[in-house]
């Protein structure tokens, strides 16, 4: 045993000190990445607190107030049509219990008059825009703004339209491949691989890994963006349906592995954007700022505005 710890040791000594000397260094195993934009101002479904989501008004508004990414979401409706929509089920943003999926693009209903913000809860938006667009109506309107498109469902004509709708308007360097789905993403990345793409929920787990076991410097990643919740909005702005996302425990250690500023540098030294989502608050916008984070998502892109020309950021 004696024998065995006189190698061991000096071996890890040296394991240690190599990856944590690469974790500060990772130029000398990595090629930077580059995208072709930087994006510190990032408004989630368009900003969500100041006009309905995802609506025309809602992206216009957002570039109003110098928006670096416009987030939003997509699904296809019965007749082909690629729509930006958060959820498939009509039910929370128009009142009428419905599948996207299940209605011709002329028939889908218009959202409510006033909308809770979900991540800012028991607050509402509204706006004169209660139409749900198509993604094509987005990309004509601001054909060279950074758009965020997260894919939830596993449907491979989905998937192809977006992609055939990003080479149609030349966007393929000013869009990212977006899901929690590995398998959504790999369906993503087959059919376009040329657009950025982020982290997913299983390789978001398998960064902390490599992370906290030292691996992560020796390992090339292929993402350009991570995007993480900061954990201190949990059961403060933002209440998660997932009960254990709610117990503080779970908060406390999502907190304790997420919120590590050398985890984060080595990522922007790699050339990977990192974004804390979804803001809301002073307070908020503050902590991101001080863990240096590339960009904060937020449904409120005028406060955002207003934070950073107060901090001349």
Not at 102 to 122: A, I, M, Q
Not at 176 to 203: L, Q, V
Not at 255 to 281: A, C, P
Request: proline residues 4%; aromatic residues 10%.
């Amino acid at each position: 045993m004696g024998r065995a710890l006189y190698y061991a040791l000096p071996l890890l000594g040296g394991y240690s000190l190599t990856s944590w000397y690469l974790l500060r260094n990772p130029h000398y195993l990595h090629q930077k990445k580059h995208l072709s934009f930087n994006c510190h101002h990032i408004s989630h479904r368009g900003g969500a607190g100041e006009k309905i989501e995802n609506t025309m008004e809602a992206f216009k508004n957002a570039v109003a107030q110098n928006t670096d990414l416009l987030e939003l979401d997509c699904h296809l409706t019965k007749d082909g049509r690629v729509v930006v929509s958060h959820d498939l089920n009509l039910l929370r943003q128009t009142g009428h219990d419905k599948n996207i999926c299940d209605l011709n693009y002329s028939e889908l209903p218009k959202y409510k008059e006033r909308l809770e913000v979900t991540f800012n809860s028991g607050n509402f938006s509204s706006g004169h825009d209660r139409q749900i667009p198509l993604l094509e109506e987005v990309f004509q309107k601001f054909p060279t703004m950074p758009i965020n498109i997260e894919i939830k469902e596993d449907k491979d004509e989905l998937i192809k339209k977006v992609s055939d709708l990003v080479k149609k308007y030349n966007r393929i360097e000013r869009t990212i491949w977006a899901s929690a789905s590995s398998t959504i993403m790999n369906k993503c990345r087959k059919e376009n691989p040329d657009m950025p793409f982020g982290f997913t929920r299983f390789r978001g787990i398998l960064l902390l890994l490599l992370f906290y076991t030292g691996l992560l410097p020796f390992v090339p990643l292929e993402e350009s963006v991570a995007s993480t919740v900061m954990p201190s909005i949990i059961n403060s702005a933002y209440y998660p349906q997932n009960r254990i996302m709610r117990n503080w425990i779970s908060v406390h250690l999502m907190e304790k592995l997420i919120m590590r500023k050398s985890l984060i540098k080595h990522l922007k030294d790699r050339g990977i954007q990192v974004y804390f989502w979804v803001l809301n608050k002073e307070k908020h916008f503050q902590r991101a700022w001080e863990y240096e984070v590339t960009g904060i998502m937020t449904d409120y892109p005028s406060s955002l505005q207003m934070f950073m020309k107060s901090t001349e950021h």
